[in-house]
DNA sequence: TGAGCATTGTGAAACAATTCACATTAAATT
DNA sequence: AATTTAATGTGAATTGTTTCACAATGCTCA
């Protein structure tokens, strides 16, 4: 069994997207297309579209229809699949309004907070339970994938929460590098990480013009 | 004039993060160490560091206040480097938040909105703008980061206008991949992607669990 | 003083992701 | 039916990043 590049994973949901949009326009699709909606090269695009074992024709390209399926096939969950967050604040509460039926198969199924106002209640459509009662929650609702939205100083003590109860995937809001298993998978969201490098290259950017500008006036 | 690699620029926000705390305790410190909190192997940490031309001594490893310098003095704006953000709903709210005071030398400077109710005031410390000020407003503040919070639609009009305006950085939170001139440094976070990926290799992850349960018991 | 030691800096190897390049293919056209 | 055409699928090359492995270093302690 051959794995699959991260990246590519994460472009199907791209893909996913896009041919959603043109379902109703044509029938069928060439990769130069997708790759021009996705910002990326045709060849690139093939390359993502061979794992899913579906091919196009020279003339055609891919059936629009039946690449949908192969995506979904692919990345749906065929059973419902279920998400928890810890911490509603900021960035949780955001969340929840934005994935609330997002994906029928992918469903956040429960939030946790400390904060007694918080808890014991539904916030956003989703029942918020105290931290304290997360591994029974998650083994109970059979959650696989967890979100972790409170402080910095917290977020270890959440993931190990988490790893315990069985859950094998953490996306982590927090600036806090996790300590987690191999066999659970991680992805850190760092924002004031992706701040400080948009900010350089931006530096870099700038610079190099006003050096073009200064050989052109040497001219 | 050697580039440096991205990820790099990105982990020296994280070095800093980890040698400020540390700053307190300890005068020196071992790539090793550093490794360990940032959860990356010892040669990486000497590799990235490699780009700042400070060298730490095999006895005492790195001088924890001048590693900082140098982090410092790569990282940081020399002047005051300033930031808008276009949209401010829920997580254009969330990073207004997040990001006041945070670094004194990199500022969200101006926010810009549609909706006439949420324009000229200040919103969460910060002075918010009608977008169709957005490229005088960029231009007189000398704004040279853009973070792109409006509605997926909206996002290639926020972007043409932050490019049109002599915006070098973009973090693009929308989940439409954005047309920009390539001397426009563009991070895309798009949430829904991760979540996707993180579910996916969750399920491997459960699935490989599984198997190896099966397999134990076929012994 | 010098042997022992743990750590650094870095060339080279390994690995991962992307791009190139082209033989192959199936439809359209003659 | 043969020819032309523009796309696909993929081996190989390239690019980017991480890891390995070890000589060089400078401190400690005999
Ligand atoms: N807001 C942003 O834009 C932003 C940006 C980047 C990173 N982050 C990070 O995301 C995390 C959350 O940020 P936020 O702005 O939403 O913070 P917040 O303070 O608004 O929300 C945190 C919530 O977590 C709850 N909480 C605290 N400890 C808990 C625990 N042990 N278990 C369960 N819930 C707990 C709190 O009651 C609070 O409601 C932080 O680590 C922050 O560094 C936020
Ligand atoms: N909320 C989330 O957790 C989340 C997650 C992933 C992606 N996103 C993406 O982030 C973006 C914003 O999400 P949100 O939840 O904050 O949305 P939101 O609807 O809460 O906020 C969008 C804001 O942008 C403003 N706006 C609309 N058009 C504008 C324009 N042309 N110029 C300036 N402002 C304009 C609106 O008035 C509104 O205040 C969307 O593209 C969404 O897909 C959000």
Known sequence: MKTVPHRTVGRFTLYWHILKDL??????????????????????????????????TPARGYDVRKLLDHIEAFLFPSTEQRIAIAGVGNIGRALLKFFA????????????????????????????????NAGSVIRELGITVGIIAVPDKEAQFVANLFVAAGIKGIINFARTPLQAPPDVYVEDIDLARSMDKVAYFARQSLKSDSMMISKESHK
């Open 23 to 56: 379902e109703q326009e044509q029938t069928h699709v060439y990769s130069h297309f997708l790759a021009s909606k996705a910002r990326l090269t045709a060849a690139q695009v093939r390359r993502d579209l061979m794992v899913l074992g579906y091919s196009g």
């Open 101 to 132: 039926g997002r994906q029928p198969m992918l469903r956040i199924a429960a939030s946790f907070e400390v904060n007694p106002e918080k808890y014991d209640r539904m916030v956003l459509g989703c029942p918020c339970y105290s931290i304290d």
